[in-house]
């Protein structure tokens, strides 16, 4: 068969229902038809949210690289179509001779092997600018026989629906495979901590350095978003949680003298009876360290669902001489009502404020307003993210106090 033209590659993206004549002609034709469907699920949202115009734009992404990963296997009867009306699905369907055996025992598998690989690693892409979120994909293959005694239709809507399960299928058994694995790293306490050092910018002394979990042995959880995210979606938040603090404090005897050590906490750790009260102090002693040694980190993103919660956090480890620090501010909507309601010691200014921080005079306005609700609550501000000498020397004009970043110092191990 002659290969499929470049220039159908980029012609616009039709449905199965306006493609239905070529598809009965060539599948009585080739007496068999491979049927690859992606089922995108998440583009539902952005259609909500941006319109039909940003879901089409996706929607022709995803096409577009179902055919470049396939273009050296692509036929010119090959048809790359939208699936069923009114769901997020596009449709691969590979007109090969009834005969070719190899091709539909093992070939056609292989290729949703590959789609589903090569879409997954490439999910962020996909739906930029109107989601960050990578989006999720199932793929699956079927294979429909001509059968004359019935309609063409009905067989390409069999197979389908056979593909469709496939699609769910493999996604369940990826799910388990990451929940093994996750469950197996939790149990194994494959967890490592780097710690990433805080400075005072007029000095560059270290005030402290941020624990940091990365997973070892699993480049996919190698940074803590990653984890925590795999970690929400198995349900698996709290026992991860417990894992980091235990890890971070059994390195942080090593951090150099005078040190802080800044912590980060998820909600449910107020609930942890090893980390309150009595229990807490005790941990603290077999580790070397005192209250005053340590800072808890809170997200504002998470503060802002349940005040009342943080607040009880707050005040319950202040009491017992700990300091709080809130993390990601800037990066929500109720960041100024967070810093009112939770008074923190410390205020940790999200990286996208100090992300052209030199050059951008609404980002300055915004962090010396806030550097002066910081002096007058008794906070002081730490900008994140310093990775380039002029946001390190604009930070020091606007009198911000402390940062860090890989200009500052990039994360070290203790563990040694």
Do not use: W
């Not at 910018?201 to 795999?230: C, H, I, M, W």
């Not at 009491?319 to 008074?343: C, H, K």
């Amino acid at each position: 068969m002659e290969k499929l033209a470049v220039a159908s590659t980029r012609s616009p993206l039709r449905s199965i229902g306006q493609e239905i004549d070529q598809v009965r002609t060539r599948f009585a034709e080739s007496g068999a038809v491979g049927m690859l469907v992606i089922d995108a699920m998440s583009l539902e949202e952005i259609e909500r949210s941006y319109g039909v115009d940003a879901h089409r734009q996706v929607t022709g992404r995803i096409a577009m690289r179902a055919r470049e990963v396939l273009s050296e296997r692509l036929e010119a009867e090959d048809l790359v179509v939208l699936g069923e009306i009114g769901r997020d699905e596009v449709m691969v369907l590979l007109f090969r001779e009834r005969r070719d055996e190899s091709f539909y025992r093992s070939g056609l598998s292989a290729l949703a092997d590959e789609l589903r690989a090569s879409l997954s690693s490439a999910g962020s892409r996909f739906g930029y600018p109107f989601t960050r979120q990578p989006l999720r994909f199932s793929v699956g293959a079927a294979l429909a026989l001509y059968d004359p005694t019935l309609r063409p239709e009905l067989l390409i809507r069999r197979a389908r629906s056979h593909a469709l399960r496939d699609a769910d299928l493999n996604v369940r058994i990826e799910e388990r495979q990451r929940r093994e694995e996750f469950t197996s790293l939790l149990l194994s306490e494959q967890i490592s901590m780097v710690f990433e050092p805080i400075v005072k910018l007029s000095t560059q002394d270290v005030l402290g350095y941020e624990a940091l979990a990365r997973g070892v042995g699993n480049p996919a959880l190698d940074a803590p978003k990653e984890l925590f995210a795999a970690a929400e979606e198995m349900d698996l938040l709290f026992e991860l949680d417990c894992l980091c603090r235990r890890q971070a404090l059994r390195q942080a005897k090593r951090l150099p003298e005078g040190a802080k050590l800044f912590l980060n906490l998820l909600p449910c750790a107020i609930y942890d009876p090893a980390f309150e009260g009595d229990a807490l102090r005790a941990t603290l002693q077999d580790h070397q360290l005192r209250p005053s040694d340590v800072v808890f980190e809170i997200s504002e993103h998470e503060s802002i669902g349940n005040f009342a919660i943080f607040r009880e956090l707050c005040d319950r480890y202040s009491e017992l001489g700990f300091e709080i620090a809130m993390d990601d501010v800037g990066a929500g909507y109720g960041s100024l009502e967070a810093v009112t309601e939770l008074t923190p010691d410390y205020i940790k200014v999200d990286i996208a404020f100090v992300r052209a921080i030199d050059s951008d005079p609404a980002r300055q306005a915004v962090l010396i307003a806030l550097n002066g609700i910081a002096q007058r609550t008794g906070a002081q501000i730490i900008a994140e993210g310093i990775e380039t000498s002029e946001q390190f020397e604009k930070l020091k004009e606007l009198a911000v106090p402390y940062g860090q970043g890989y200009f500052v110092g990039r994360a070290t191990r203790f563990d040694a």
